[in-house]
Each structure stands twice: as structure tokens, then as C-alpha cells.
């Protein structure tokens, strides 16, 4: 492991912590963890929270490695090369019990090929209508980004507006957020603050909306508009999510992969 796989893996473990310390104050109960064993080295931690606040929160990290099938080598940048690879990442997902709240998906990680890259993004998933919300949200967001570059908050939002889309439904899944891939800039140290400051604001962003709404009374009717959202929600980690395919084609453990289906969900 060289000092760049380092930095990256110490700082996902880092804001793991962080956001579980978070998570345990808003809710008042404890994460459960459970460690894995990836199939080809290396593993992770399974970080799960179920409470009467957060529905369903996990906070997972890994760091594995291995080498691409071949079908894989034809789509990862540098697998053609050297198919070994080696990657760190978190993968945050958030349902909360209250439909004022949105559900709130976060994940990062660096990947090392005979290329590297970081990836990632940050986005929500309101059930109700959230136009002030939405628009308080993808300011601070753009604030945060342009502090790294004047061009990274609108490139990164139109990523994450085409991916989070349900084609089959002709609709998005939420208010969007940002989305990035491949982020190689050539300067490693100024990528990673880049990461570093989406997964801060992640945080702030989690404390900022519990404290707001998490005692405020909703409606049955509210409620069931959550669980028809949350429909949508399993509809594109199943169909199009690129993090569970990898996830599943790498011989991932199938439970974390799958952590970020919501406890209940409606279809009527």
C-alpha cells in the first residue's frame, strides 16, 4: 500500500466514525457491526443502525482487492493493462422514520488499476414535496464544490441528475445531489480535499435536517407517500446502480452491497 491508498483509506475510515457518532446521538441507539471477508483480499465492516429516528441507517467501509473478470477489463479505465486492482471507499445510505426527512445517500472510495481515480456523490431522496428544502440543499452543496472549483458543482450535478433516472419510469429518483467518476485531476492531494469536503458536508448536511425535522408530526398520508418513494429507491439500486453491479461482479459481500434497500417499501 503506498501513501496515496493511504491517506484515502484512513480518511474513509476516519469520517466512518464521524458519521456514526453522529448517527447514534440524533437516534440514541447503538450501531451493530459485522466484519467480511472479501473473495479475492482484503474485506470490510457492516455498520447498521435501526432505531425509532433513523428507520434504517448503514455506514459501511471496505478495502479490497483482486483482479477484474474479463468482461470487466473492457470498462474499468487501466484494467486492460494489469486487471489487479485495488480500492477503499464508504457507502452511506439513510432512511430515516420521518417523511419530512429524505432518504440521504452518500459514497465515496479510490480505486487503483494501472490508473487511479476517486468517485463518488451525495444525494437525496425526499418522499413529499420539498421545493425550499431542495433549493437550500443544491446551494450549500455548489458552495461547498466550487470551493475546488468554479466548474466541478455544475459538471457533477448533471452526472448525478442522468444517473439518478429511472428510464423505465420516465422520472428521477430525488432532488439530485452531485455524482463524479474518475476524478484524476493529476494532483492526488487536491482530488482527496475534494472528497474530503463532500463527505464533511455529508455530515453537516445529516445534523442539519434530523435537528430541523425529526420531532415534527407527519400525516398517514405522508408516510405512504414515503413508502411508494422508497419503491423507486429499490428500483434503481436493482436495475441501474453501478456501486451494487460492481459490488456483486467483484464477489462483494452480498448483505453490505445490498444495505441501501429502505426497511418497507409500497408499490400500491
Not at 455506514?59 to 473478470?69: D, K, L
Amino acid at each position: 500500500m503506498n501513501d496515496n491508498q493511504r491517506m484515502a483509506k484512513e480518511w474513509f475510515f476516519s469520517l466512518r466514525n464521524n458519521l456514526v457518532d453522529a448517527l447514534e446521538k440524533i437516534d440514541g441507539n447503538k450501531f451493530d457491526f459485522k466484519d467480511w471477508e472479501h473473495s479475492g483480499s482484503g474485506g470490510g465492516t457492516m455498520g447498521s443502525i435501526r432505531g425509532k429516528i433513523v428507520e434504517k441507517g448503514g455506514v459501511n467501509i471496505s478495502t479490497v482487492s483482486g483482479q477484474f473478470s474479463e468482461e470487466m477489463r473492457q470498462r474499468i479505465p487501466g484494467a486492460k493493462k494489469d486487471p489487479q486492482y485495488w480500492a477503499t471507499g464508504i457507502s452511506v445510505v439513510i432512511h430515516p422514520t420521518s417523511p419530512l426527512i429524505p432518504s440521504m445517500h452518500f459514497n465515496s472510495r479510490f480505486l487503483k488499476t494501472s490508473k487511479t481515480w476517486f468517485g463518488g456523490g451525495i444525494d437525496i431522496t425526499p418522499a413529499i414535496p420539498f421545493k425550499k428544502e431542495t433549493e437550500h440543499f443544491h446551494s450549500i452543496l455548489k458552495k461547498a464544490c466550487s470551493k475546488h472549483s468554479k466548474t466541478y458543482y455544475d459538471e457533477h450535478k448533471k452526472w448525478c441528475d442522468e444517473y439518478f433516472f429511472l428510464k423505465h419510469r420516465n422520472e428521477a429518483r430525488g432532488a439530485g445531489g452531485i455524482f463524479f467518476d474518475y476524478l484524476d485531476s493529476g494532483d492526488i492531494n487536491n482530488d482527496l480535499e475534494y472528497v474530503k469536503e463532500v463527505g464533511n458536508f455529508f455530515l453537516s448536511y445529516i445534523q442539519y435536517m434530523f435537528n430541523k425535522y425529526a420531532e415534527k408530526e407527519w400525516t398517514d398520508q405522508e408516510k405512504h407517500m414515503q413508502l411508494k418513494k422508497r419503491g423507486r429507491y429499490v428500483e434503481f439500486n436493482l436495475l441501474y446502480d453501478r456501486g451494487t453491479k460492481f459490488g456483486l461482479e467483484t464477489g462483494g459481500n452480498t448483505e453490505a452491497i445490498l444495505m441501501s434497500m429502505p426497511p418497507l417499501a409500497s408499490w400500491d
